[in-house]
């Protein structure tokens, strides 16, 4: 099992960046799928969730309304569009999996997911 993430770079605020992650070796439509983030020092952090279908969604106070998680089932990749950057945002951008059934709700506790990406830095500067 494979999640690789990329999209991650250096940001003005304001900006926007858009991440993604590509999975392998799970029946990715049987998964519901997130991302997590941790700054420098801080703990690690909810950022959005989608469920199997897609039908649900989820984020963190702190990015609401700014960043938009979507899915693509055919190319098993999840994607994370974040707008209007600021410097809190700037963080090491986790991407995780874990497989649920289909009445399962969104799940923002880390310790539940299953696999997890490497990791991508988004850092958001002046």
């Not at 190319?75 to 600021?86: A, F, G, R």
Request: proline fraction near 2%; hydrophobic fraction near 30%.
């Amino acid at each position: 099992v494979q999640l690789q993430a990329s999209g991650g770079g250096l940001v003005q605020v304001g900006g926007s960046l858009k991440l993604s992650c590509a999975a392998s070796g799970i029946s990715f439509s049987r998964y519901q799928l997130a991302w997590f983030r941790q700054g420098p020092g801080k703990e690690r952090e909810f950022v959005a969730a989608i469920t199997r279908s897609g039908g649900t969604t989820s984020y963190g106070d702190s990015v609401k309304g700014r960043f938009t998680i979507s899915r693509d089932n055919d190319k098993k990749t999840v994607h994370l569009q974040m707008n209007s950057l600021t410097h809190e945002d700037t963080a090491n951008y986790y991407c995780a999996a874990v497989s649920t059934i289909l009445s399962v709700g969104i799940i923002t506790t880390p310790t539940k997911y299953t696999y997890w990406g490497q990791g991508t830095q988004v850092t958001v500067s002046s």
